[in-house]
């Protein structure tokens, strides 16, 4: 008798994140903020999958990344974030949320402070 795969089994994590944070962008797409295995700050491709349970995420580039730990805190991460966020849009900006506390399925207040809504202004030309 063949065996069938087992779907429900964890993806071996191609990426393995401490202290890290997710961001939602204005158009709606959620990225994880951290840091690897050598302490060098990432953000990843848009998220695919979040299970809260596993701590494991797939982004959209097919990478799988296992979270260590409870997240960071918004400090940690801000800098990593801002270099990226500024290279990727040009230094134009955009509204940016910090949605770690939602995405693990706590309400509003529960875990460590809220930073609901990071502004970042966009140049006009």
Known sequence: MR???NHFQAAKPDVY????????TDDGLQRLVGFDS????????????????TMLVQSRDGLTYCLLGEPG????VID????????MTRGAGGGV????????????GEGDAQRPLIS???RRS
């Open 120 to 122: 970042y202004t966009r």
């Open 3 to 5: 065996r069938q795969p």
């Open 17 to 24: 994140l401490s202290r890290w944070r997710i961001f939602e």
């Open 38 to 53: 050598v302490d060098k700050g990432r953000v990843s491709p848009a998220l695919v999958t979040f299970n809260p349970k």
């Open 73 to 76: 805190s918004f400090w940690e």
């Open 97 to 108: 949320k910090d949605v770690t506390e939602q995405m693990r399925g706590k309400g509003i």
């Open 80 to 87: 990593t974030w801002e270099i990226w966020f500024h290279a």
